[in-house]
C-alpha cells in the first residue's frame, strides 16, 4: 500500500494529507511510476513500443543493433574532394547538397513526422570534418561504420582538414595534454566536436525556403550591381565578393533542402500507390507526400505542416549539415499560430486539441530515436540521456503578457502522456502565468519525470538586457526581443527567433571543475591524485600559506590560468569554424545572416558567453571546513590537514568527523554563506567576467553538472570538506552536497538567494518527498515554494519526486521498472539506465518534507 503523509498541526489547526487521486492508495511504493504511462493513441503506444531508443548507459548504448553509418562519412568525402578550389561556403553548401541529394531515405510503419539523418533507423551519422579522435574511438568500438577500412580511409584523409588538427597547432603540447586530461578543465571543444544551436525555426515556419532563396538571390543582384559600380573603390567594393559567395551558398543550401523533402513526398506517393494495403494508411502517406511537398519549401498553414517543417530543420541543423545537441526553441510560440489555425480556427488542416497532444507524443518519440555519434566521454557523462534534447515553454511574451497558450498545455500533456526522457523541458516561470497551465507543469513534476525543470523568466529577460549591451554590430536585444529566450542547453538562456539566436557551442558551453583545481592549488598546481602531473602554475604549498586569503588568492591563480585557456580554446575554435566550418543552410534561415551577408558562425550580434563550474560546492564546503579549522579556531594545522588528505582520511577519522561536520551550504548558515557567496561572486563569477570572448562580451558561470559530478569526482582525491577520494562530487551548479542540507527546503533557497552577482546560471536540485506532493496540498505547496523561490530571485530549480523505496526496488529488478525516470543534472534518465554509481548519488539526495517553519515562511494557506 502506498504511504501517506503524515498530519502536521500548522495554525492551529491539524492538516491532513489524504492522497489526490485516491486510486493510487492501492499500488506500493516501490512501483507507483509503472503504472504513469498513457500514450493518449494506439498509435503512439505502437510507436513507443518499437522506439529505436539511442541513449548510453556507461558509455554503451542501451539497444542492440545501434551503430555508427558510413552513408553520411562517404558522401562529405566524395563532395569535399570533388569541389577542390571553391570557395569554403560554397563547399560547404555543396557537402550539404550532396548529403540531402544522395542520401537513403527512411520512412518508418505509423509515423507521421517523417525523416532521419542516416541511412538506416537504428545508426546514426559521423563527423570526421570535426575531431578526428572522436572518430577514432568509434573505429575502434563495437559500434564502428562498416565496412571498417573505407571509415578508417575516410579519417585518415580528413585528419589535416579537421577542426581538431587545425586548432591543436595554436597550442603549446603542455596545454593541450592538461586540456586533454579532463581533470582541471573539460577537453575543448575542437578534441571531441560536441556542438549546440538554437535555430531559427520561425523563418522556416514563417516564410518558407523558397522565400528565403528570393531574398538571397536579390541580394545577389544588389551586390553584384555595387560590385561593376565606377569609379572603382577597392576598399570598399571587395567585401561583397565574400557576402556574394554567403548567399550563393544560402541558395544552394536552401535548394537541397527543398529537394530533400520533396524526395520524402515522393517516397510516400510510391510506398501509398504501390506497398501499402490499408486505406487508412494510405490516407495518411498521401496527405504527408502533399505536406512534404508544401514544406518547407512554403510557409506552414496548419499545425501538420508546422510539427513536419520544423522536424526537417531540426534534421539538417543537427544532424545533417553539422552535428549540434539540443532541441532548443520557444515551442510552444513557434506552433501556437499553427495550433490556433487547426485546432481552434480549423481554417487548415482541422484538428482537435487531442489530435494536437498525439503530434507531441510522436515528435517526442521521434526526438527518442534520433541518433547523435558523440565521442565515448559524452556518452559516459549523460548516462540515460540520448543528446540533452531541450526545449523550452511559458514566461512571457514580448508585451509583458503571459506568454502560456493552449500549445503549452498539450506538449506538456504530451509529455506526461507518453513518459519518455526527452526531449526535457525548461519551463520559464512567471507570476503571470495561467494555473491551468501551472497545475500542468507541477503534474509532470509529482508524476516524476523530473522535467520541467524551472527557471525564473525575469531573471532570464534580464540577462538578455545585459548582454544586449555587448553587441559588436550594436544590434543586440532590444527590450522586447529580451523577451524572446530559451534555454541552449541544460541551463543558459540565450535569444531566439527570427535572428540573434546561437550558432555555434564556442560561443558558450564546456566545464571547469573547481574542486580539482583546490586540489591542485593545495599541492603547488600539482595533481597526485589523478594525472601524477603539473596541471597548472605554481603557486605554493598549502603549509605555507600563512592567512586564508593567501589559500584564496593561489585558488585564483590557478582558476584564472585555466578560464583563459579554455576561452582560448573555444575562441581559437570559432575562428576555425568562420574558415572551413561554415553552415549555409542555418546562415540562410537567420535574417540577420541573410540582411548582412554573413555566415552563422561569424556573425554575432548577441554574446552570449559562458563556461560551467562544476563540483563547486566540494570546493566551497571545504574552503568554509578550512577557514573555521584552521585559520579560525586552529583546531589543525594545514600540514596536520595535508597529511590527512595524502592518506585519504585513513588513521585520521576523528579529524575527518571535524572537517564533515563543519557548516555547509544549504541551510541558511551565515558562517558558511558568507565564505561560499563570495567564492561565487569574487572569484568564480568575478575572474571569468575578466574573460572577453569572441563576441566581445564577458564569460559567467553557469553551473550545470551534467553528470560529470561523477565523472570528474572519480577523478577527484580526498577533499577537506571531508569527502573520500574518488567519491562523486556535488551535483549542481549551487545545489547543496548529498544529505548535507537538514534544514528543510526553504533554507536551501534562503542559502543559494543571497548568491546574485556575476552569475549567469547555477542549476539547483531539490528532491521532494512523495507522499506530500501526491497529496490534495500538492499542488497549493509547490505553487507557494515556487512563488517564494520567484520572489528570492533564484534563477532555477528543478526536482526528483521520487522515492527511495522504488529507486531500490528499481536496483533489485530493473527490468520491473523501465518507465522509472529520475533528475540527473541537466537532464533526466531512466533510473535502470543509470550506472549504480550515479544511481547512488540520487539516492543519497536528501528527500526535503514540508514542515510548519516552510509553509510559514511560504506564507501557505492550508485547509483540509
Same mark, same amino acid.
Given at each position: ?85 571553391? #570557395? ?32 538506416? #533507423? ?80 520561425? %523563418?522556416?515556419?514563417?516564410? +518558407? ?22 569609379? &572603382?573603390?577597392?576598399?570598399?567594393? @571587395? ?59 512554403? #510557409? ?10 520544423? &522536424? ?29 489555425? !487547426? ?48 526545449? %523550452? @515553454? ?99 538562456? +540565450? ?64 582558476? !584564472? ?35 548582412? +551577408? ?16 562544476? %563540483? ?5 564546503? !571545504? ?13 589543525? %594545522? ?26 555547509? &551550504? ?58 573520500? +577520494? ?55 505547496? &509547490? ?51 543509470? #550506472? ?29
Amino acid at each position: 500500500m502506498a504511504t501517506m503523509a503524515p498530519a502536521v498541526e500548522y495554525k492551529g489547526k491539524v492538516i491532513d494529507f489524504p492522497f489526490e487521486n485516491p486510486e493510487e492508495e492501492q499500488i506500493p511504493d516501490d512501483e507507483l511510476h509503472e503504472h504513469l504511462a498513457k500514450p493518449s493513441t494506439e498509435r503512439t503506444k505502437r510507436l513507443k513500443a518499437r522506439c529505436r531508443w539511442k541513449h548510453a548507459s556507461a558509455g554503451e548504448f542501451v539497444e542492440h543493433g545501434v551503430r555508427a553509418g558510413i552513408e553520411r562519412m562517404r558522401l562529405v568525402t566524395e563532395a569535399h574532394k570533388a569541389s577542390r578550389g571553391r #570557395p569554403e561556403v560554397i563547399r560547404r553548401a555543396l557537402i550539404l547538397e550532396s548529403c540531402l541529394n544522395k542520401s537513403t531515405l527512411c520512412l518508418q510503419t505509423d509515423e507521421k513526422i517523417i525523416g532521419y539523418h542516416a541511412e538506416d #533507423p537504428n545508426y546514426f551519422p559521423l563527423y570526421p570534418e570535426l575531431s578526428y579522435m572522436n572518430v577514432k574511438d568509434y573505429l575502434m568500438s563495437d559500434y564502428s561504420p562498416q565496412p571498417e577500412a573505407e571509415a578508417e580511409a575516410i579519417n585518415d584523409y580528413w585528419k589535416p582538414y579537421s577542426l581538431q588538427a587545425k586548432c591543436e597547432q595554436y597550442f603549446e603540447p603542455i596545454d593541450l595534454q592538461r586540456m586533454y586530461q579532463v581533470s582541471t578543465m573539460e577537453a575543448p571543444t575542437f578534441a571531441h566536436g560536441y556542438n549546440s544551436i538554437i535555430p531559427p525555426y520561425e %523563418t522556416v515556419l514563417e516564410d +518558407g525556403l523558397l522565400k528565403r532563396i528570393e531574398m538571397a538571390e536579390e541580394y545577389i543582384k544588389d551586390a553584384k550591381a555595387e560590385l561593376a559600380k565606377e569609379p &572603382w573603390d577597392g576598399s570598399k567594393q @571587395l567585401s561583397w565578393i565574400p557576402k556574394i559567395d554567403n548567399w550563393q551558398a544560402m541558395v544552394i543550401a536552401d535548394k537541397a533542402v527543398i529537394s530533400w523533402a520533396r524526395r520524402y513526398a515522393r517516397l510516400c506517393k510510391i510506398v501509398a500507390e504501390n506497398f501499402e494495403p490499408d486505406p487508412e494508411r494510405k490516407k495518411e502517406l498521401m496527405e504527408m507526400a502533399e505536406i512534404s511537398q508544401r514544406v518547407p519549401a512554403e #510557409p506552414s498553414k496548419g499545425l501538420k505542416d508546422a510539427f513536419q517543417a520544423k &522536424w526537417y530543420t531540426f534534421l539538417v541543423c543537427h544532424g545533417i549539415e553539422r552535428y549540434a545537441s539540443g532541441f532548443a526553441h520557444k515551442e510552444d510560440k513557434v506552433l501556437y499560430p499553427y495550433y490556433k489555425a !487547426s485546432v481552434i480556427d480549423k481554417t487548415f488542416q482541422p484538428m482537435t486539441h487531442a489530435d494536437a497532444v498525439e503530434y507531441v507524443e510522436m515528435e517526442r518519440l521521434k526526438i527518442s530515436e534520433h541518433g547523435a555519434g558523440k565521442s565515448r566521454g559524452y556518452r559516459e557523462i549523460f548516462p540515460g540521456s540520448n543528446d540533452l534534447f531541450i526545449l %523550452t @515553454l511559458g514566461g512571457t511574451n514580448r508585451d509583458g503578457t503571459d506568454g502560456c497558450n493552449d500549445m503549452t498545455d498539450a506538449i506538456l500533456e504530451g509529455a506526461r502522456n507518453i513518459r519518455t526522457t526527452e526531449p526535457s523541458i525548461v519551463f520559464r516561470y512567471s507570476k503571470k502565468n495561467r494555473t491551468e497551465t501551472l497545475r500542468k507543469v507541477f503534474n509532470c513534476v509529482r508524476d516524476g519525470l523530473g522535467y520541467p525543470s524551472i527557471k525564473n523568466d525575469d531573471v532570464g529577460i534580464e540577462q538578455m538586457k545585459y548582454y544586449s549591451k555587448f553587441s559588436m554590430n550594436n544590434n543586440g536585444a532590444t527590450d522586447e526581443e529580451a523577451h524572446d529566450w530559451c534555454n541552449v542547453l541544460c541551463m543558459s538562456p +540565450g535569444l531566439c527567433g527570427r535572428r540573434k539566436s546561437q550558432k555555434t557551442r564556442s560561443e558558450g558551453g564546456s566545464a571547469i571543475f573547481p574542486a580539482k583545481i583546490l586540489e591542485i592549488t593545495l599541492n603547488n598546481g600539482f595533481d597526485w591524485a589523478y594525472t601524477d602531473m603539473q596541471l597548472g602554475p605554481e603557486t605554493g604549498n598549502a603549509e605555507d600559506f600563512k592567512t586564508y586569503d593567501d589559500l584564496l588568492e593561489a585558488f585564483r591563480k590557478q582558476y !584564472s590560468y585555466v578560464m583563459s585557456l579554455v576561452v582560448r580554446a573555444k575562441d581559437v575554435g570559432r575562428h576555425i569554424e568562420t574558415q572551413f566550418l561554415q553552415i549555409p543552410f542555418v546562415s540562410s534561415i537567420d535574417d540577420g545572416c541573410m540582411e548582412l +551577408g554573413e555566415e552563422a558562425t561569424h556573425l554575432s550580434e548577441q554574446p552570449n558567453g559562458w563556461h560551467n563550474p562544476i %563540483t563547486t560546492i566540494v570546493a566551497a564546503n !571545504s574552503l568554509v571546513a578550512m577557514k573555521k579549522l584552521i585559520y579560525d579556531e586552529k583546531k589543525y %594545522t594545514m600540514k596536520q590537514l595535508m597529511e590527512a588528505l595524502r592518506a585519504n582520511w585513513e588513521g585520521h577519522e576523528d579529524m575527518r568527523k571535524d572537517f564533515k561536520n563543519a557548516p555547509k &551550504w544549504g541551510n541558511d548558515d551565515d558562517y558558511a554563506d558568507t565564505i561560499i557567496q563570495s567564492f561565487y561572486e569574487d572569484i568564480l563569477g568575478g575572474e571569468m567576467a575578466k574573460v572577453t570572448n569572441y563576441s566581445g562580451g564577458p564569460v559567467l558561470p553557469v553551473g550545470q553538472a551534467v553528470a560529470l559530478y561523477m565523472e570528474v569526482g572519480s577523478r577527484t582525491g580526498p577533499t577537506p570538506d571531508g569527502r573520500y +577520494g574518488g567519491e562523486a562530487a556535488d551535483d549542481g551548479g549551487i545545489s547543496p552536497y548529498f544529505g548535507t542540507d537538514t534544514k528543510g527546503p526553504t533554507a536551501v533557497l534562503k542559502s543559494v538567494s543571497k548568491v546574485q552577482k556575476n552569475q549567469k546560471a547555477n542549476l539547483l536540485n531539490q528532491r521532494l518527498a512523495v507522499p506530500m506532493m501526491r497529496s490534495v496540498h500538492g499542488f497549493d505547496i &509547490w505553487h507557494a515554494y515556487m512563488d517564494t523561490w520567484h520572489d528570492l530571485n533564484v534563477d532555477h530549480v528543478q526536482f526528483n519526486c521520487v522515492s527511495t523505496d522504488e529507486m531500490r526496488a528499481a536496483q533489485r529488478e530493473p527490468e520491473k521498472h523501465r518507465d522509472l525516470i529520475v533528475r540527473v543534472a541537466g537532464f533526466s534518465a531512466r533510473f535502470v539506465d543509470i #550506472p549504480t554509481y550515479g544511481q547512488n548519488t540520487i539516492i543519497a539526495r536528501n528527500e526535503q518534507e514540508f514542515g510548519t517553519q516552510d509553509f510559514e515562511f511560504m506564507n501557505l494557506e492550508l485547509g483540509n
